[in-house]
T-cell receptor
Framework: DTAVSQTPKYLVTQMGNDKSIKCEQNLGHDTMYWYKQDSKKFLKIMFS???????INETVPNRFSPKSPDKAHLNLHINSLELGDSAVYFC????????????FGPGTRLTVT | GEDVEQSLFLSVREGDSSVINCTYTDSSSTYLYWYKQEPGAGLQLLTYIFSNMDMKQDQRLTVLLNKKDKHLSLRIADTQTGDSAIYFCAEIGPNFGNEKLTFGTGTRLTIIP
């Protein structure tokens, strides 16, 4: 299927652990994004990468480190997880200059206990 | 910075029209969007409008843009139970290569049978 996919869909972990979320798109896009949706459903961008280069880095703690091994993948690694990191994380992708058509993945629900 | 506001809740009888409103502050917004999020799902792009347009119609959806008042609305005609979801408006600025979507708070649409 042509889509943006994320793994895992659900992630439950304890405070202090390190975890990664993976994102892949097969749409031929060259820009990828990570968004965070908190418990009140508020959505905010965290990062964007264009052709493996970091373009947008909002005020996100440096415990969060995105990595883009190639244009089709953007992974999110989180160190020393905190309770406040619990949220749904969405990956998205688009073509350069066409950010008006951002396609979103299904989300990863992260619960930190 | 950019700010996008929406009412949090809207209840509509099945078969009636739903009107979801959004206000934004960034006068340089180039595109404005409506996304739909069904329970437990990702974001689905419904429609978007370029900032030099006043109206866009797509089947049951009508988008109205009042650029002077920075007001965007989404009208859903003949609302159905499948329209129950959270609707997010979003805007994007003109900085090509550094685009990020700024989302509103989301409006939860509930359909009354």
């Amino acid at each position: 299927d042509t889509a943006v996919s994320q793994t895992p869909k659900y992630l439950v972990t304890q405070m202090g652990n390190d975890k990664s979320i993976k994102c892949e798109q097969n749409l031929g896009h060259d820009t990828m994004y990570w968004y965070k949706q908190d418990s009140k459903k508020f959505l905010k961008i965290m990062f964007s990468y264009n052709n493996k280069e970091l373009i947008i880095n909002e005020t996100v703690p440096n415990r969060f480190s995105p990595k883009s091994p190639d244009k089709a993948h953007l992974n999110l690694h989180i160190n020393s997880l905190e309770l406040g990191d619990s949220a749904v994380y969405f990956c998205a992708s688009s073509l350069t200059g066409t950010a008006y058509e951002q396609y979103f993945g299904p989300g990863t629900r992260l619960t930190v206990t | 910075g950019e700010d996008v506001e929406q009412s949090l809740f809207l209840s509509v009888r099945e078969g009636d029209s739903s009107v979801i409103n959004c206000t934004y502050t960034d006068s340089s917004s180039t595109y404005l969007y409506w996304y739909k999020q069904e329970p437990g799902a990702g974001l689905q792009l419904l429609t978007y409008i370029f900032s030099n347009m006043d109206m866009k119609q797509d089947q049951r959806l009508t988008v109205l843009l009042n650029k002077k008042d920075k007001h965007l609305s989404l009208r859903i005609a003949d609302t159905q139970t499948g329209d129950s979801a959270i609707y997010f408006c979003a805007e994007i600025g003109p900085n090509f290569g550094n685009e990020k979507l700024t989302f509103g708070t989301g409006t939860r649409l509930t359909i009354i049978p």
